[in-house]
């Protein structure tokens, strides 16, 4: 998996641009416009003719391939539908970049071109990043093809009237964007048994150097002195030693708001005693995922550099089952003196938060968020595209469910019913840390937000998009990241 070079250049017409690989975005009800016509006409009126016999309007998700022969150096032609103008996303851009991209790998095209007849800042933007994500593999562990494909490795962004100086900006910074992405992944894909704590820790001090980002994890003892006693209790039943990881970013000069990012670091879950069935543990090293987002986000504000001081915490560790394992019926007192009865050793994510959240609240942030593969109830609510997200002030809610809309990344508020509290009620401790048999991702989020102290917080549980059953549009099956780019974007806009 080769990154992509991507170079902006004005050029007035599609038949002017020097590629392999010609990608040209086309609206709905728009095929005959000038630009088109007058490249139908280089290529011998063929590429017209070819998209009416396709029916091909250049409505959304479609899109035509045309080969070209005797073309000189350009192969293909892919006009790819970007819908009315009227309503159009910014996600309909990514999923369109992503959409011709794979076509051209599919080509064999080493070298593309994307002609934006008229386009803004942003959603050639939205394109580069659809076209860039949908190139990522895993494939550490497949035995390498007896014949390589060419990999797509330059992508031109041509047209008109593009703003090229800013988009040239904007391209930097996506970049250290996209390799967060890309690590968050590979860190969920790794197997479990590479991906323990130990490893975790390892990775984000990897990650971040380089950057302004420093790191600092802790083994045992320093777990220990923290007195982070959720984390030591989930712990019982490994072999495996937990890590609790702090990073940390200070901007230079005065900052405008200080933030904490906290991940779930379940690098693979049984259930503890409360074993799971068979089935359910197949991807359950991707609970872990809350804590690959934070370690990406970390590093990535580390290069892009925000006016924001921005802490993470990862608590990390699995969930097994021995005889040293926590059991149904133990009790957990927290350093804010809180105890909770544990009656399901398999709702330990919410167990190992409380900890960093109970911390984070300490040093008081203005801030906090927390992300966690967390429960399968909100999973079966929102299902697998869109995460949900409870929060103790409106305002930040709903500037984070319309930071993912622009990231592409879908939130859903869900209410934190005080009512439902009663719920968690314990006859020996202060909580248990399950409720009843309904709304349980609300009665999780309730649990959480008992160790929060001060400021604005906000939980998204990224249950269902974190991990792909199947292939996305610009995401193979497997990790997907959820959570950088809408955490990165909100960020920069403090």
């Known amino acids: 998996m080769g990154e992509i070079k991507f170079q902006t250049r004005r050029i007035a017409e599609p038949e002017e641009v020097r590629t392999e690989f010609l990608i040209v975005p086309v609206a709905d009800g728009e095929i005959d416009a000038p630009a088109l016509r007058r490249l139908d006409r280089k290529l011998g009126g063929s590429l017209l003719r070819h998209a009416r016999d396709a029916a091909f309007s250049g409505k959304e998700s479609s899109g035509v391939l045309h080969r070209v022969e005797n073309g000189g150096p350009l192969r293909g032609v892919y006009l790819v539908g970007i819908g009315k103008p009227a309503g159009r996303t910014l996600e309909q851009w990514r999923r369109s970049g992503a959409a011709a991209a794979r076509t051209a790998r599919g080509e064999g095209a080493r070298r593309a071109a994307v002609f934006f007849p008229r386009a803004k800042p942003e959603e050639v933007m939205a394109a580069v990043e659809g076209i860039a994500l949908s190139g ?173 001081e921005v802490t993470g915490y990862v608590s990390a560790t699995d969930n097994l089952p021995s005889g040293s394992a926590q059991k149904p019926g133990d009790i957990i007192r927290y350093r804010n003196g809180k105890t909770v009865e544990v009656l399901n050793t398999d709702a330990e994510g919410r167990l190992i938060l409380a900890d960093a959240l109970a911390l984070a609240s300490e040093e008081k942030h203005d801030v906090i968020i927390d992300l966690a593969t967390l429960t399968g109830a909100c999973r079966i609510a929102l299902g697998t595209q869109v995460a949900g ?87 193979p099956r497997g990790g997907t990241g959820f959570g950088v780019r809408t955490l990165v974007r909100y960020l920069m806009s403090l």
Request: hydrophobic fraction near 40%; glycine fraction near 10%.
């Open 136 to 308: 990522y593999r895993f494939d550490r562990y497949r035995q390498p093809p007896k014949e390589k494909k060419p990999d797509l490795a330059q992508v031109a962004l041509v047209g008109p009237s593009l703003d090229a100086r800013r988009i040239d900006r904007e391209l930097d910074d996506f970049a250290a964007v996209l390799r967060a992405i890309f690590a968050a992944r590979d860190l969920v894909n790794e197997p479990p048994s590479v991906m323990n704590a130990t490893e975790l820790g390892r990775r984000a001090v990897e990650m971040c150097r380089g950057s302004a980002t420093r790191v600092e994890v802790m083994r045992v003892d320093g777990i220990r002195r923290l007195r982070l006693a959720g984390l030591l209790a989930v712990n019982r039943g490994s072999v495996e030693e937990p890590r609790f990881v702090r990073m940390r970013y200070r901007p230079r000069g005065r900052s405008r708001r200080k933030v904490a990012l906290v991940g779930k670091g379940i690098t693979f879950d049984s259930g503890g005693l409360s074993l799971k069935p068979a089935g359910s543990m197949e991807t359950m090293k991707q609970d872990m995922a809350g804590a690959a987002a934070v370690c990406a986000v970390m590093a990535a504000i580390g290069h892009l550099k925000p006016q924001v």
């Open 389 to 475: 997200i409870m929060g103790n002030q409106k305002e930040l809610v709903d500037r984070l469910v319309d930071t993912g809309r622009e990231a592409g990344e879908m939130l859903w508020p869900l209410p934190l019913v005080k009512e439902y509290r009663d719920e968690l009620r314990s006859s020996i401790a202060d909580l248990k840390n399950v409720g009843g048999g309904f709304a349980g991702a609300i009665t999780a989020g309730l649990f959480l937000q008992e160790f929060v102290d001060g400021g604005a917080w906000a939980h998204l549980d990224i249950a269902g998009p974190a991990f792909a059953d199947k292939e996305w549009p610009y995401c």
